[in-house]
């Protein structure tokens, strides 16, 4: 399959890699290159892993996808990602060199090690963390707000996903938050702040 924007990656994951009874260990496996063509080692890897995994590319240096999942450009690049809805849940394959072998070795210790539930549970864990981050910045009023530094303000701003522009003096980001906490004061507003939040980060909810 080749991959050429996020919500393809979205669709190919979410059908082939969740409870998929042709590839038990529910990874799909993911090659960025730089390449237009598919090469035959990925041909040969999807008879060999054929029962295990779903294999997926990305053709032509997609430099746009590789940063929208935080990776570094790399050509090639190869990703498993663990099954589910979240795309940004995956392992990267740390080898100099690409060959069947090791990736067989790769996707095994991936399912045998059980890192695809470690992943997981560290996301879950970031979220509890950033949603009582998020209740603690509610309960701040302006004379809190007075006592930070320009770049506690900042991380302030960011944290809600408030924007950026025009924002150059500290009271510009006290006026920004004090407005912002005011205006979206209903708590089922918030929610949907730190939902979206979390969502832009690649967290699934």
Known sequence: V???????????????????????????????????????????????????????????????????????IKYPTLIAICGGTNIHSYEIYKHDTISINEIEEFVN?????????????????????????????LKLNKSDLMNKTINELRSIVIDLNISLKGLWEKEDFINAITTYLSTNSNKKTMKSAIKDKLNSWGFDL
């Open 2 to 72: 080749n991959i050429r924007h996020i919500q393809q990656l979205e669709s190919f994951v979410s059908k082939n890699c969740t409870n998929n009874r042709k590839t038990f260990m529910n990874l799909g496996l993911i090659l960025f290159t730089n390449k237009y063509e598919t090469s035959l080692l990925l041909k040969s890897l999807s008879h060999i892993l054929i029962d295990k995994v779903v294999i997926g590319e990305v053709r032509g240096s997609n430099d746009k996808l590789m940063n929208e999942l935080k990776l570094s």
């Open 109 to 137: 210790n991936i399912y045998n090690t059980k890192i695809c539930q470690t992943i997981k549970t560290n996301e879950v864990n970031e979220k509890k963390k950033y949603d009582k981050k998020i209740n603690d910045l």
